[in-house]
Nanobody
Framework: QLQASGGGLVQAGDSLRLSCVASGRIISSDTMAWFRQGPGKEREFVAALFRRGSNTYYADSVKGRFTISRDNAKNTVFLQMNSLTPEDTAVYYC???????????????????WGHGTLVTVSS
């Protein structure tokens, strides 16, 4: 089970840190990812942290502004979001996969475990 938190209402240019706590899974063994779904949009890939090592991957729209990381001791994955814009407004979901491969790391179908999402609203 994955529980995401940390969303809220912020202004453009602000920062937020999302957290995703895993129970029943050991995230150090999983590829962990964040996706988001904006109003009227499909769910899209945001960032991933591959299970082998610490390789990270980002959507072009967030590269340089967002950072994914994990604390294995706390079984928690984070998404640090800086320089937020109204286009970042969405429900953010964390996801986990024990069998992800690099070629499909950005696909929602790769992930078998999902949290309920946390809403991020960025006002202009």
């Amino acid at each position: 089970q994955l529980q995401a938190s940390g969303g809220g209402l912020v202004q453009a240019g602000d920062s937020l840190r999302l957290s995703c706590v895993a129970s029943g899974r050991i995230i150090s063994s999983d590829t962990m990812a964040w996706f988001r779904q904006g109003p009227g949009k499909e769910r899209e890939f945001v960032a991933a942290l591959f299970r082998r090592g610490s390789n990270t991957y980002y959507a072009d729209s967030v590269k340089g502004r967002f950072t994914i990381s994990r604390d294995n001791a706390k079984n928690t994955v984070f998404l640090q979001m800086n320089s937020l814009t109204p286009e970042d407004t969405a429900v953010y979901y964390c996801a986990a996969s024990g069998r992800a491969i690099l070629s499909s790391i950005t696909s929602p179908d790769t992930y078998g475990y999902w949290g309920h999402g946390t809403l991020v609203t960025v006002s202009s």
